[in-house]
């Protein structure tokens, strides 16, 4: 979709030929919302529908919460599918009315912003506080470490930005607490954060040598203190040619004295207690039970469950909010 640089901003400043405000024009155009039409056809829809509900949008709002952080490609956790546009404009500006499709939060000044995917999206901090009120911690957490990991933002500016006083700062410095931006993935920051909250202590990407130095294997978690590396495999290693490169990996692991673990997501999500079970036994401290109850409270909080999706579908309805 062609964006003409006046597009940017706001559907008084410009319009864009292939986005209609208005009635329909015809079969090639697509409803986006009530009054909204774009061309039909398009490489990727989603981003041109939010180019087109820009045109709808006073020049001093920006995509925000959710909606900026999938512009800016960071991982998400399973969200529901009836979650509304996400944008920030200061107080005094006239917003269109879309309930249930459009949340608007209001400032105080103009949101700060950059420009991806040829739209106004709020910056990395502006985007982490916004969805701070509306995520669970766990996925807050996750979100920090895509942040980190596309290095759209640093941890100074990410504790600058815990410094402000506003909604949901206080789950943010939680996520910040418990972020690193060594992680690979999004499974990676679970399995992390199960092993945190269940009182161990790990390194992440840490790597394995011999006892001449020469390298051996890099481990996406390493319990400090015992020579055992977890890493969460993924759908990729299920392929016959990397079923082949993780064997020959175990063997050297094996050789070199050091045991590997490997975990699935259904390990992680269904299974936790045997992760942490073993866990407790490479570490040689007993094992109780009981410690799972920190992660399974992130996790039924969390969107990867029904109910937690229910909750963050609640709070992040169409209502406007202030922020």
Same mark, same amino acid.
């Given at each position: 979709?062609?964006?003409?640089?006046?597009?940017?901003?706001?559907?008084?400043?410009?319009? =864009?030929?292939?986005?209609?405000?208005?009635?329909?024009?015809?079969?090639?155009?697509?409803?986006?919302?009530?009054?909204?039409?774009?061309?039909?056809?398009?490489?990727?829809?989603?981003?041109?529908?939010?180019?087109?509900?820009?045109?709808?949008?006073?020049?001093?709002?920006?995509?925000?919460?959710?909606?900026?952080?999938?512009?800016?490609?960071?991982?998400?956790?399973?969200?529901?599918?009836?979650?509304?546009?996400?944008?920030?404009?200061?107080?005094?500006?006239?917003?269109?009315?879309?309930?249930?499709?459009?949340?608007?939060?209001? *400032?105080?000044?103009?949101?700060?912003? =950059?420009?991806? &995917?040829?739209?106004?999206?709020?910056?990395?901090?502006?985007?982490?506080?916004?969805?701070?009120?509306?995520?669970?911690?766990?996925?807050?957490?996750?979100?920090?470490?895509?942040?980190?990991?596309?290095?759209?933002?640093?941890?100074?500016?990410?504790?600058?930005?815990?410094?402000?006083?506003?909604?949901?700062?206080?789950?943010?410095?939680?996520?910040?607490?418990?972020?690193?931006?060594?992680?690979?993935?999004?499974?990676?920051?679970?399995?992390?954060?199960?092993?945190?909250?269940?009182?161990?202590?790990?390194?992440?990407? *840490?790597?394995?040598?011999?006892?001449?130095? !020469?390298?051996?294997?890099?481990?996406?978690?390493?319990?400090? !203190?015992?020579?055992?590396?977890?890493?969460?495999?993924?759908?990729?290693?299920?392929?016959?040619?990397?079923?082949?490169?993780?064997?020959?990996?175990?063997?050297?692991?094996?050789?070199? =004295?050091?045991?590997?673990?490997?975990?699935?997501?259904?390990?992680?999500?269904?299974?936790?207690?045997?992760?942490?079970?073993?866990?407790? =036994?490479?570490?040689?401290?007993?094992?109780?039970? !009981? &410690?799972? &109850?920190?992660?399974?409270?992130?996790?039924?909080?969390?969107?990867?469950?029904?109910?937690?999706?229910?909750?963050?579908?609640?709070?992040?309805?169409?209502?406007? &909010?202030?922020?």
């Amino acid at each position: 979709m062609e964006v003409r640089g006046e597009a940017l901003g706001g559907a008084e400043a410009g319009r =864009d030929p292939d986005v209609v405000v208005g009635r329909r024009r015809g079969a090639s155009w697509v409803r986006v919302t009530r009054g909204l039409h774009r061309r039909a056809g398009v490489t990727d829809p989603r981003v041109a529908d939010l180019v087109a509900w820009q045109m709808l949008l006073p020049a001093e709002a920006a995509f925000s919460a959710l909606t900026a952080a999938w512009l800016r490609g960071w991982d998400l956790t399973p969200l529901p599918e009836d979650l509304p546009v996400c944008a920030a404009m200061p107080y005094g500006v006239t917003a269109p009315v879309r309930p249930g499709q459009l949340r608007v939060t209001r *400032h105080r000044v103009p949101p700060p912003h =950059d420009v991806r &995917r040829g739209v106004r999206v709020t910056t990395a901090a502006e985007t982490l506080l916004t969805c701070a009120p509306l995520l669970s911690l766990l996925d807050l957490v996750v979100l920090v470490d895509s942040a980190l990991r596309a290095r759209d933002i640093d941890l100074l500016e990410l504790f600058l930005t815990c410094r402000q006083h506003r909604r949901g700062v206080g789950r943010l410095r939680q996520a910040v607490a418990l972020a690193d931006a060594q992680t690979d993935s999004v499974m990676e920051t679970l399995l992390r954060v199960l092993y945190v909250v269940c009182g161990l202590d790990v390194e992440t990407q *840490h790597t394995v040598r011999d006892a001449d130095g !020469g390298f051996v294997a890099r481990g996406d978690v390493w319990l400090r !203190g015992t020579r055992t590396l977890a890493d969460y495999d993924g759908a990729v290693h299920a392929d016959r040619r990397r079923q082949r490169v993780d064997r020959r990996r175990d063997r050297r692991i094996a050789d070199a =004295d050091w045991v590997g673990r490997a975990y699935t997501d259904d390990d992680l999500l269904h299974r936790p207690i045997t992760i942490l079970r073993e866990a407790d =036994d490479a570490v040689g401290r007993a094992h109780d039970p !009981g &410690r799972i &109850r920190a992660w399974t409270t992130l996790y039924r909080e969390s969107s990867w469950t029904a109910a937690g999706r229910s909750e963050l579908s609640r709070r992040h309805g169409g209502r406007r &909010r202030v922020a």
